[in-house]
């Protein structure tokens, strides 16, 4: 087992019944009893981190956490639904699959009943009705009563801060994808009550302090197990809430976000990775680069949701999938050609030497060679940046056909190899992965603070954060910017952090999203775009949970 977190092991011992299904517990399997061993408690934490790659207590599929009839098992994943919502609206990506929801998504046209807003919506709450439990179970007063050790108590109280940095996560999505929604905390018993309905100001203020109440109370990142909480993804986290304040609260906060970006950036636990590929291979948890991952292994934590969707899903047509590590591709995923158009694309040529026909040399050249032994084998648009990941063989830039795979580059970021070239732990048997998912990293920290030190004025601490970036892209200095402009960044943050989740967020905040000024293939349902109403900013809450509370107000628009 290559490295996943001890937690998912513990997952699947504490709540699997293996094979003796036959067999009737001999006490009933409630809260008290799972909370009077102060050893369980780290295996129930393990379901809360579980709760964002894993889909139920059986992978891939089996015993689902959230009911078919809201969404698909496999599509409900955690990361499946919020990379969905996140990128499929955006310049950066298109699925072609005809699935309930899909179309929807690639050209903003959902609606209250759309399967993925409710897989999100329930995925949200699933996961923040665990934390509520377990952060009720670990108050100080019930483990007094239940008579353990100071030392248990002391660990206890640290698994029940990653709990709360958990339930913070899962509100932050809540308030950046929902605005404002029903709210419990573990005070509020599950069936008691109609949540009443929070304003996003206050949703804001709430996760906010709740973050810097653990902040100090977490692990440091070069202290902690691979995969957990720790105070830089509180600090992350933070700079991410204060980026967007302006769109959440009404009020900008970006000295905020250069406060606790510098907190993580001067902590020294992490550093920019030598190589870029290398954070989205299927070793990525040897990356120095990534802050809070979520944890994925081909082997013990089997999804059709999270990396195994993005790696599949973007193998198609003339692809190989077995050079990404898989058995097979999905034929869904691409790119959009305004998205492939924010690189710096040139002109590369295969050539052939044929004065040596039987061991030709074919190399790549930039310029086309003038040399009569050399004939053009094959042309390709490349860049010397290194983020460049784009297959185009068989494919072609512009999307005219949704449903067709080679309408649009290919993009194959996520790869299931490992660094050294060697295949991961499914040795390409299988569809799943071991590629862990950079919630957060390092250079998302480099681009906040860079974005909110420009906005504050400060051209010179821009310019070194996004010039590192750059220089690792390049191997070199010679793209620096000498000059940046909020659209350099924002640029920068597409090519930089592409299809990782942030670009419905990213878009937003420039105002582009919904806007005129802005468009991209199919926005708004149309092949050259269309604005779309500023109401599709924020996804509708699901029309059952409207029918069913009487305190909730739906979302402007729908």
Known sequence: ??????????????????????????????????YSEPNNYIKVLAKLYSGLSMTGIQGPAGQPDISQETIDEGFSAYVRVLWNLQELPTDEAVCGWNDPGIPTLNKMQWNAEDGWVKGMYYRIYYQITLCNEYIFQSRDEKLSQRGFSDLDIQTIQTYRNEARFLRALSYYHALDLFGSVPFVDENDRVGAFEPPQISRENLFLYVESELLDIENELLDANSAPYGRATKQAV??????????????????????CINFCNEVISSNNFQLDDNYQDIFLADNNLSPEIIFPVVYDGLYAQTWGGTTFMVCASIGGDMNASEYGVNGGWGGLRATPEFVNNFDLVEKYWVEDITNPLNPDTSLLTNLPTDPNFIVFDTIQTTDDGRFLFFQEGQQLEITSLGNFRHGYAFPKYKNINSDGSIASNNGFSAHVDIDFPMFRLADVYLMYAESSLRKGDQATALQYVNALRQRAYGNSNYDYTNITLEDILDERSCELSWEGTRRTDLIRYGYFTSSSYLWSYKGGEINGTAVGDYLNLFPIPTADIVLNSNLIQNNGY
Not at 9 to 25: A, E
Request: net charge positive; with cysteine.
């Open 1 to 34: 087992m290559k490295k996943t977190s001890c937690l998912i092991i513990f997952l699947f011992g504490f709540f699997s019944c293996q094979k003796s299904l036959d067999l009737s517990p001999r006490y009933g399997f409630n809260a008290e009893v799972v």
């Open 235 to 256: 600090q992350t986290l933070l700079a991410k809430m204060y980026l967007n304040a302006e769109v959440y609260i009404g009020s900008e906060r970006y000295s905020d």
